[in-house]
């Protein structure tokens, strides 16, 4: 059936989506309403690639009786061994298909300069769409019934459609038991109200991944980053700020779509982004970009390793353990590890100088905290480079011509190219900064009708116009 059916912005999908939405609102026990979705979800992933099913089959079951016995089991020692099972299945398994061949490469490279010639068949297993998303997930409750932060589930159908809920199984948000299993002991419907948010946050996800990631800012990085020959500076940067502007609406665009579909259900999943480019910090961007990982990271692995606890020393060494893999959790290639280095150095950095200039008044002046989000944003955009290059000498090759300017390089980008990267850049900035301190409904409330329906139905018009050409999530292949 292919990728492409399970993509949000896929007429299959609308489809699908319509025919669901009207099983859910039909007639039925709220046993039947699980049943049918948890079979949706399952038809939903198995669009991609049937096969894989039995990988979700396996998380669930593992993690399900895994969190009992670790529940009931009194021996710290047993409990420890139950818990150990459940973190070696799902890193197992997601170490085998993700990162086997990034291993397997490396273990060559390692052997060759030991000189020993190694030459192992070739790779050829395919990554489960959504792995890492959906490994995190089941991980989170087998984690937080050890740390007694929750009990098991008393329903297998609960867990099993916490684990496969099809609006965010590929690609998130990654949603802690707490939030969503509580969701599924009653029976829930969207309000009219819920409804029309729904769709409406369907609509601005859609927008922002068809019309401004794959529409306006692709075309500009797909030129830039795929250029093999030093390029000219102004193109350099345009290249990245184009693929930080769609890396941001691609992610954000199948968040808030996810978000809306859930609604539309009746369901209520976190925000994942919270306009990341008006950060003032690497904190700060923390808190706003990729809510959901940074705070699983945070909660899972920075904080049992210590955290800021044990000293300045072992704070900096969880801050780049922890950034380190989370680059790494984005792909098997070192540039993904250098990305979460970069963020890992930043981090660090703010930390030491946060402790010794003190919170003092200056930096609450609004030309100060500009000046610190131009440093941030600029900052930032140097780690996308790592994030986009296919390899180091690319990265490099864009880094330098970055930040030496120097203008004999190639011009690889034409002028429609520029000015759409250039306006929707800016136009992105600003909407940044404007929402940097407001939420979404409060701004939309404030707005009359008429104007609502104005810029909804032009969305639409332009989603159906650009859709042609769209393709499939970026972080689908995470």
Same mark, same amino acid.
Request: cysteine-free.
């Given at each position: 059936?292919?990728?492409?059916?399970?993509?949000?912005?896929?007429?299959?999908?609308?489809?699908?989506?319509?025919?669901?939405?009207?099983?859910?609102?039909?007639?039925?026990?709220?046993?039947?309403?699980?049943?049918? %979705?948890?079979?949706?979800?399952?038809?939903?992933?198995?669009?991609?690639?049937?096969?894989?099913?039995?990988?979700?089959?396996?998380?669930?079951?593992?993690?399900?009786?895994?969190?009992?016995?670790?529940?009931?089991?009194?021996?710290?020692?047993?409990?420890?061994? *139950?818990?150990?099972?459940? $973190?070696?299945?799902?890193?197992?398994?997601?170490?085998?298909?993700?990162?086997?061949?990034?291993? %397997?490469?490396?273990?060559? $490279?390692?052997?060759?300069?030991?000189?020993?010639?190694?030459?192992?068949?070739?790779?050829?297993?395919?990554?489960?769409?959504?792995?890492?998303?959906?490994?995190?997930?089941?991980?989170?409750?087998?984690?937080?019934?050890?740390?007694?932060?929750?009990?098991?589930?008393?329903?297998?159908?609960?867990?099993?459609?916490?684990?496969?809920?099809?609006?965010?199984?590929?690609?998130?948000?990654?949603?802690?038991?707490?939030?969503?299993?509580?969701?599924?002991?009653?029976?829930?419907?969207?309000?009219?109200?819920?409804?029309?948010?729904?769709?409406?946050?369907?609509?601005?996800?859609?927008?922002?991944?068809?019309?401004?990631?794959?529409?306006?800012?692709?075309?500009?990085?797909?030129?830039?980053?795929?250029?093999?020959?030093?390029?000219?500076?102004?193109?350099? *940067?345009?290249?990245?700020?184009?693929?930080?502007?769609?890396?941001?609406?691609?992610?954000?665009?199948?968040?808030?779509?996810?978000?809306?579909?859930?609604?539309?259900?009746?369901?209520?999943?976190?925000?994942?982004?919270?306009?990341?480019?008006?950060?003032?910090?690497?904190?700060?961007?923390?808190?706003?970009?990729?809510?959901?990982?940074?705070?699983? %990271?945070?909660?899972?692995?920075?904080?049992?390793?210590?955290?800021?606890?044990?000293?300045?020393?072992?704070?900096?060494?969880?801050?780049?353990?922890?950034?380190?893999?989370?680059?790494?959790?984005?792909?098997?290639?070192?540039?993904?590890?250098? *990305?979460?280095?970069?963020?890992?150095?930043? %981090?660090?950095?703010?930390?030491?100088?946060?402790?010794?200039?003190?919170?003092?008044?200056?930096?609450?002046?609004?030309?100060?905290?500009?000046?610190?989000?131009? $440093?941030?944003?600029?900052?930032?955009?140097?780690?996308?480079?790592?994030?986009?290059?296919?390899?180091?000498?690319?990265?490099?090759?864009?880094?330098?011509?970055?930040?030496?300017?120097?203008?004999?390089?190639?011009?690889?980008?034409?002028?429609?190219?520029?000015?759409?990267?250039?306006?929707?850049?800016?136009?992105?900035? $600003?909407?940044?900064?404007?929402?940097?301190?407001?939420?979404?409904?409060?701004?939309?409330?404030?707005?009359?009708?008429?104007?609502?329906?104005?810029?909804?139905?032009?969305?639409?018009?332009?989603?159906?116009?650009?859709?042609?050409?769209?393709?499939?999530?970026?972080?689908?292949?995470?």
């Amino acid at each position: 059936m292919g990728e492409l059916s399970v993509l949000f912005n896929s007429l299959t999908f609308m489809v699908f989506f319509v025919l669901v939405l009207a099983l859910h609102n039909a007639p039925l026990s709220w046993t039947t309403k699980k049943t049918n %979705l948890l079979i949706a979800s399952y038809l939903f992933y198995a669009a991609w690639n049937p096969p894989f099913v039995i990988l979700l089959w396996i998380s669930t079951v593992i993690d399900w009786n895994v969190a009992k016995k670790i529940f009931t089991e009194p021996s710290k020692n047993r409990r420890k061994m *139950w818990l150990a099972i459940s $973190v070696i299945v799902n890193l197992g398994l997601l170490g085998y298909f993700k990162y086997g061949g990034f291993l %397997l490469e490396n273990f060559v $490279v390692l052997a060759a300069t030991l000189g020993i010639n190694y030459q192992p068949p070739e790779w050829h297993i395919i990554l489960p769409v959504g792995i890492s998303f959906y490994t995190f997930q089941t991980m989170a409750y087998s984690l937080d019934v050890y740390l007694r932060r929750a009990e098991p589930s008393k329903s297998f159908l609960d867990f099993s459609l916490f684990v496969t809920f099809f609006p965010q199984l590929v690609a998130g948000p990654i949603v802690r038991p707490t939030h969503l299993l509580p969701q599924f002991a009653k029976p829930r419907v969207a309000t009219a109200r819920q409804l029309l948010w729904g769709l409406g946050l369907m609509t601005i996800g859609l927008f922002q991944k068809i019309v401004v990631a794959d529409g306006l800012l692709a075309p500009t990085a797909d030129a830039v980053f795929g250029a093999e020959k030093m390029l000219h500076p102004l193109d350099a *940067w345009l290249g990245t700020l184009a693929f930080s502007g769609q890396i941001f609406s691609d992610f954000a665009g199948y968040s808030t779509t996810a978000i809306g579909i859930a609604l539309t259900l009746g369901f209520g999943l976190p925000d994942n982004f919270r306009f990341p480019y008006a950060a003032i910090g690497f904190s700060d961007f923390w808190r706003r970009w990729h809510i959901s990982l940074s705070s699983w %990271l945070r909660d899972y692995l920075y904080i049992p390793l210590g955290g800021s606890r044990k000293g300045n020393l072992r704070t900096y060494a969880n801050l780049m353990t922890t950034m380190l893999l989370g680059g790494l959790w984005h792909g098997a290639s070192w540039t993904f590890v250098v *990305w979460g280095g970069l963020h890992g150095l930043y %981090l660090a950095a703010e930390r030491w100088l946060t402790a010794r200039l003190g919170d003092r008044e200056i930096w609450n002046r609004f030309a100060i905290r500009v000046l610190l989000a131009i $440093v941030t944003y600029f900052l930032v955009n140097i780690t996308w480079v790592f994030f986009r290059a296919a390899d180091f000498s690319m990265a490099w090759r864009m880094i330098v011509t970055m930040l030496t300017f120097v203008t004999d390089g190639e011009k690889v980008l034409p002028t429609i190219h520029i000015l759409q990267t250039v306006i929707t850049i800016g136009i992105m900035l $600003v909407i940044h900064w404007y929402m940097r301190e407001r939420k979404l409904d409060e701004v939309i409330g404030r707005l009359p009708t008429w104007l609502i329906g104005l810029v909804w139905g032009a969305m639409i018009t332009v989603i159906i116009i650009t859709q042609g050409g769209s393709d499939a999530f970026i972080y689908f292949q995470f």
